[in-house]
């Protein structure tokens, strides 16, 4: 089985929303004995999947991007199992918006989805079935890309930003995780229910839940690099009380303690992540 990501590169004026693009090829189904197992980035994704599908397991639940289909998936705080769905060659397209990205384009309560993956059709109607339609007619995968920008630029004209959001989130990004919501409050005048119910319309998720997952992701993607030789080392626990509170973050994360979890085959999620 071969497998690979390949990047994208997005619209310039597509670049403060979204994260990161890729196509992922496989040539069949993930070896069994790879974890396969993909750990929460705070991104929302956007999934195209022109040749063979992908399923999800979410929470102990089932999910399915199927074959010629468009997918969102809400922003997901747990670990998740991803495989293809038949055991052939496989073309997905992936869009990963930035914490601050995603609600400049889907104009819903995005605590809705969270920790879902929905069918574009489901979430935006008409809308999403005629995009869905158009992406199908296309030939190739770059053909697809250009369309789906197309549209998410469209979209990016029809509301303005939220600018507080948006700085909270820098915030948030910046300090790696560390600020707290009373520091928020202070630095915005708005009261922590304020922005709580802010967050989980734009985002998903609470201030404090997007600062576990961006501190635990500077870890994870730490030793994933190659900078840092374990999930041990002392430089982690900056961003923690101490190595009982990062051990409990872990295991949300990753469904396993680290010493579990490095003994573990993860190719799979380690590629995904990377990219």
Known sequence: MQMQFRHIEPHSQLKNYVEKMWIFES???MPVDDMKLVVPNGNIKLTISFQNGIVAAINGKLFSSKEHDITLTGLVDVPVILDVDGDVMTETIGIE????G????FHFTLNEIQNQIYSLSDVLGNLGKQLVELINNATTAQQKIVLLQQF????LLLYNEDLIFEYCIDKITDSKGRITIKELEKKTGYSSRWLNMKFKEKLGVSPKNLSSIIRFKECYKACLDGNEKSFFKNDFY??????SHFIKDFKRFVGLSPTKFEKQINNFGKSYYRE
Not at 152 to 155: A, E, F, P, R, V
Not at 238 to 243: A, G, I, P, R, S
């Open 152 to 155: 998410l630029l469209k979209q």
């Open 102 to 105: 995603t609600y400049r384009f």
């Open 238 to 243: 900056e961003l923690y009380y101490d190595q």
């Open 97 to 100: 918006f930035s914490p601050k």
């Open 27 to 29: 040539s069949g189904k």
